[in-house]
């Protein structure tokens, strides 16, 4: 069992910054695959930024060159450094761990980017 704290969330202005923490409860397993979702109102939650278990990065198109994904398994603790923000990126993001098949999800912390 994996509990997942997400930090950071707030208001900012378009064009500004944000970085969201997610803290585990326990080590980051380098077995473990991290990710942040995010799921604005009205539409499915989708997957933003992935940092697989050796550090290779995956993002959504929408989000290239803007955010980063990182961890710091010394802090069981993995980041989303979001720049540039835009309005369409208001929604509430998750952090999850996946190992093996188990998927483990955070609460959520809300972003808003006035427009």
């Known amino acids: 069992q994996v509990q997942l704290v997400e930090s950071g969330g707030g208001l900012v202005q378009t064009g500004g910054s944000l970085t969201l923490s997610c803290a585990a409860s326990q080590r980051i397993s380098s077995m473990a695959t991290m990710a942040w979702y995010r799921q604005a109102p009205g539409k499915q939650r989708e997957l933003v930024a992935l940092i697989t278990n050796i550090g290779s990065t995956t993002y959504a198109d929408s989000v290239k060159g803007r955010f980063t994904i990182s961890r710091d398994r010394a802090q069981n603790t993995v980041y989303l450094q979001m720049n540039s923000l835009k309005f369409e990126d208001t929604a509430v993001y998750y952090c999850?761990?996946?190992?093996?098949?188990?998927?483990?999800w955070g609460l959520g912390t809300q972003v808003t980017v006035s427009s």
């Open positions: 999850r761990y996946a190992i093996g098949i188990q998927n483990y």
